[in-house]
């Protein structure tokens, strides 16, 4: 079974250039996450999709930062204009979410991208 | 306050010892799940371990196994006969409330662990 897939795996881009990243979910998975992870510390929830939902994005910075989900598949962040403080690993993850809970909501997680602002 | 505490930013283990990782944990929440992710240089978090807060018994992975103690709202993960391939970053995350639409992992800051050959 194929796991969470991203592109590009890297990413160097000048500040205030846009910048987008491409995930494509485990198949059959309805949840999907985007996560920040800043140098040093624990990934941190951008937005949760359930289907083409965006159910939980309340830490997605909306100035700058915007997310579709458009077929409830895979999904594209975007950042426009780049800042210097973006400069992160941006994670994916997917679920299937269960109704009871525990080890069935486990998050699989892609390899990330890692994107340098300069 | 934190909600997932991590105190050891990085730790050294001779290889086939076991080895300890800490995670404190702070909820209101009588219901949540505890997860244990190794992170390996390649970027990916892969899961290893699972607790839920009603399980009764300590969960067990292969050579994961993680020490929950409730009361103290700890869950440290113990990796038994360390490998050099065990050599990553560490994170707990903690998911407060078990039902459908509390999927939010909210995860400490790491331990770095280091398998000495």
């Known amino acids: 079974e194929a796991g969470v897939v991203q592109s590009p795996r890297y990413k160097i881009i000048e500040k205030k250039q846009p910048v987008a990243f491409w995930c494509n979910p485990i198949s059959g998975h309805n949840t999907l996450y985007w996560y920040r992870q800043n140098l040093g510390q624990g990934p941190e929830l951008l937005i949760r999709y359930e289907n083409e939902e965006a159910v939980d994005d309340s830490q997605l910075p909306k100035d700058r930062f915007s997310a579709e989900r458009l077929k409830g598949v895979d999904s594209t962040l975007k950042i426009q204009p780049a800042e210097l403080g973006d400069s992160a690993v941006y994670l994916c993850?997917?679920?299937?979410?269960?109704?009871?809970?525990?080890?069935?909501?486990?998050?699989?997680f892609g390899p990330g991208t890692r994107l340098t602002v300069l | 306050a934190q909600k997932i505490t991590q105190t050891q930013p990085g730790m050294f283990v001779q290889e086939k010892e076991a080895v300890t990782l800490d995670c404190t944990y702070d909820?209101?929440?009588?219901?949540?799940?505890l997860f244990w992710y190794k992170q390996p240089s390649s970027g990916e978090m892969i899961f290893l371990i699972y607790q839920g807060s009603y399980d009764q018994q300590n969960a067990t992975e292969g050579r994961y196994s993680l020490n929950f103690q409730k009361a103290r709202k700890s869950a440290n993960l113990v990796i038994s006969a360390s490998q050099l391939g065990d050599s990553a970053m560490y994170f707990c995350a903690m998911r407060e409330g078990l039902g459908f639409g509390n999927e939010k992992l909210t995860f400490g800051t790491g331990t770095r662990l280091t398998i000495i050959p």
């Open positions: 909820t209101s929440d009588p219901s949540y799940g």
């Open positions: 993850a997917s679920s299937s979410v269960g109704l009871a809970g525990g080890h069935e909501n486990e998050q699989f």
